[in-house]
């Protein structure tokens, strides 16, 4: 009963509510790292580590700010928190892991404050409130929200290699292009959840 | 007390992760090699990855960790190398300036085409097309990769040809591996008189398909002076060294093949 609701969680935050082409979160990194696919790989891991690492510590903190009835310092206290943990861990990696670090080290900075990650700890709670394992379904959330970031982001990164060498009207080269692929690939994304509002 | 309490408690946190942060920093301290910095400010930092590594930074990690040679920067030249094996306390070796090349004439005009090509604008693409629209299967195509790939803006596609601008080259190379059909070379920057053209074909088959080929005729070698110029498989090539840039080659060849550039 519990793998099945992890499983239709994580095929959800895959799929159907897409952080990036869905929920239309952490645009930023999306189109400026996906110029490469390995780039895109590398910003995708790492979103997905953080990620990971963000829904659990998150929720060990809202369990803090809820003890002292002052969940409305929520947004603040996240951003905070999920400075911190990339800091650290961008540190950890770095005198622990160096073939981990060499990878993924210089997009951690990059997504300190990105609003995927803050989206999904402030979506972890509002989303698993009434939930008895709401712990591990955050941290499955997170991982699957990961995933999704990651794979919107490497299909867009092959889509723009190929638009590298095709021959592009004048005024739609550069930025616009990219915009509307991104948008057709977001339409695309749509279709998993279905056609019924 | 309802705003001290909150304030408190963030602050706290605050507080809190910025002690953890500031001993993490201490216990989880990387020593770098000091010299790393240094040998990076040595060199131009173009990043072009001529030398074969990730950008300066990768090269000059190469460097320290006794992997790669001072003298692999082409843009730096002698002056960066002499920097770096100053850093390094070892003698430096000479390093010649060098420039890119275009050994092809094939201009639209010049070479002939086999078919009209509407692929992607990607060399490498035409090439996959049976070698690309230019009859002659050595022949620049023209459709600037190496354009896209340079690093300073120093290769332009004129009529169908690409030419390098030689006071931008910086000599990286960048362009000589990424061109699929290797018509781009390194010549010295000193060198002024060059055939054009890299063909192998005999001189008919060249006629056919280009008119500013070099045909293997060898008048250019009979008539030099330094004995500069040798035929080796249908195609003249000059030895830069022995070359004084007379300018008589380029007045006798038939073709028109040789120039000054």
Redesign the interface.
């Known amino acids: 009963m519990l793998l099945t609701r992890l499983l239709m969680i994580s095929l959800g935050a895959i799929f159907a509510e897409n952080f990036v082409l869905v929920k239309f979160l952490g645009i930023c990194p999306f189109l400026g790292v996906s110029k490469k696919t390995e780039t895109a790989f590398g910003m995708g891991f790492a979103v997905v580590f953080v990620m990971v690492c963000a829904s659990a510590l998150t929720w060990l903190v809202n369990q803090l700010l809820v003890l002292c009835n002052i969940e409305y310092l929520q947004t603040i206290a996240f951003i905070l928190v999920i400075a911190v943990l990339v800091q650290f861990v961008e540190m950890f990696l770095r005198k622990n892991i160096p073939p981990l670090y060499n990878s993924l080290g210089i997009y951690l900075p990059l997504i300190t404050t990105n609003c995927a990650v803050l989206g999904v700890a402030i979506l972890n709670i509002t989303k698993f409130a009434d939930s008895t394992t709401s712990f591990l379904d955050s941290v499955v959330y997170g991982g699957a929200a990961g995933l999704g970031f990651t794979l919107a982001i490497i299909l867009f990164a092959g889509v723009r290699e190929r638009l590298e060498n095709a021959d592009i009207p004048e005024f739609l080269k550069g930025m616009p292009i990219v915009l509307i692929t991104a948008s057709l690939l977001s339409i695309a994304f749509m279709g998993f959840s279905g056609m019924s509002f | 007390m309802d705003i001290i309490?909150?304030c408190a408690?963030?602050g706290g946190?605050?507080l809190f992760?910025g002690i953890?942060?500031a001993l993490?920093?201490k216990?989880?301290?990387?020593k770098e090699d000091e010299r790393i910095p240094m040998i990076v400010e040595a060199l131009p930092g173009a990043n072009c990855g001529g030398c074969g590594y990730a950008g300066c930074a990768g090269y000059a990690d190469a460097i320290i960790k006794g992997e790669a040679k001072c003298s692999l920067c082409a843009p730096g030249g002698s002056k960066s190398a002499e920097r770096i094996a100053e850093i390094m306390g070892v003698s430096a070796e000479k390093v010649d300036k060098k420039v890119a090349f275009v050994a092809c004439s094939g201009a639209t005009d010049v070479a002939e085409t086999r078919y009209i090509y509407q692929g992607?604008?990607?060399c490498n693409?035409a090439n996959r097309l049976g070698g690309g629209p230019k009859s002659c299967k050595y022949a620049c195509l023209g459709l600037g990769t190496c354009v896209?790939a340079c690093p300073t803006g120093a290769i332009s596609v004129k009529d169908g040809l690409a030419v390098v601008d030689k006071e931008k080259c910086i000599g990286c190379g960048v362009c000589v591996k990424e061109c699929p059909k290797n018509v781009i070379k390194l010549v010295d920057y000193s060198a002024e008189t060059l055939v054009k053209c890299h063909s192998l074909d005999k001189g008919k088959k060249v006629k056919e398909n280009c008119s500013k080929g070099c045909i293997g005729c060898g008048i250019c070698a009979k008539n030099c002076p330094e004995e500069a110029i040798t035929m080796e498989n249908n195609l003249a090539v000059i030895d830069t060294e022995k070359c004084k840039n007379c300018g008589l080659c380029v007045e006798k060849c038939p073709q028109k093949t040789i120039s000054v550039i």
């Open positions: 309490f909150p408690i963030v946190m605050g992760f953890i942060l993490a920093s216990i989880f301290a990387v992607l604008n990607d693409y896209k």
